[in-house]
């Protein structure tokens, strides 16, 4: 496996999160996205059933985990983190639906036009993204779909807080802007994107559980409302990414 400067740093950026067993302070803050990660599971799911599909920087198999009970018929998951592929292989059992390998997903070792779906979580923002999508536009069958979820680099504030905790994240991290998405954009065809968290993130003290809170749906509705004005957008924290191969 063929690793660039870029990619070690990565690579031993995850190798030291997923070392541990205790959870990272930042995470208590996706509860404002839980529409957004609503939203990603069900794209994921209408697509799942007797499928090839490849959970792309899967991580600790958390999603795997999730979607391998919508009977696809087969999720590879690939990661540059062997830390992470370990607690993987523990926490979903590796058969003839499961695959977990150690790539490079800016140099994947897997065959062209190999899956009808690609997915991934906050993977995109920590490569470069004109291999990334190289690769992926590769690995997927014509009119294969995407769907990825990945922070955005334009709410001031957000920028702020990240540039006060710069251990948190790593080193060649780049949240999503304008750009990356007219990029992608040339490269796969109905490409939608959706936007989260400005509200839902101003608001987080005040609702516990965003599953069954009144509140944030109320929120997360006027987010969407507000996010329907182009200047707003920037103060998002995530989008939803959903496109076919060209």
């Known amino acids: 496996m063929k690793l660039s400067e870029e990619n070690i740093r990565e690579k031993d950026f995850h190798d030291n999160l997923h070392k541990g067993e205790g959870e990272r302070f930042e995470n208590r803050f996706y509860k404002a996205l839980g529409n957004m990660f609503t939203d ?52 979903v059992k590796v058969n003839e639906n499961v695959e977990f390998k150690q790539d490079n997903c800016e140099n994947l070792s897997l065959k062209n036009e190999s899956f009808e779906l690609i997915y991934g979580s906050g993977v995109l923002h920590h490569l470069k993204l004109d291999l990334a999508v190289k ?24 920028n702020l807080y990240r540039w006060m905790t710069p251990k948190a994240r790593s080193h060649d991290e780049h949240p999503f802007k304008d750009k990356d998405f007219a990029f992608m954009r040339n490269h796969f065809k109905e490409l939608k994107i959706k936007y989260y968290g400005f509200l839902t993130l101003i608001f987080y003290p005040f609702y516990s559980n965003q599953n069954s809170s009144k509140f944030f749906n109320f929120l997360s509705n006027l987010d969407q409302y507000l996010f329907k004005l182009r200047i707003l957008r920037k103060f998002a924290w995530s989008a939803l990414i959903v496109g076919k191969k060209i």
């Open 135 to 158: 690769e992926i536009a590769r690995v997927l069958k014509k009119d294969g779909k995407i769907i990825f979820v990945e922070p955005l680099g334009t709410n001031p504030i957000i």
């Open 40 to 91: 990603f599971d069900q794209e994921v799911q209408n697509d799942c059933k007797d499928k090839n599909i490849l959970d792309y920087g899967c991580g600790i198999g958390l999603n795997t985990e999730k979607y391998l009970k919508y009977s696809p018929k087969k999720i590879t998951g690939v990661d540059i983190s062997e830390v992470s592929l370990q607690k993987a292989r523990k926490r």
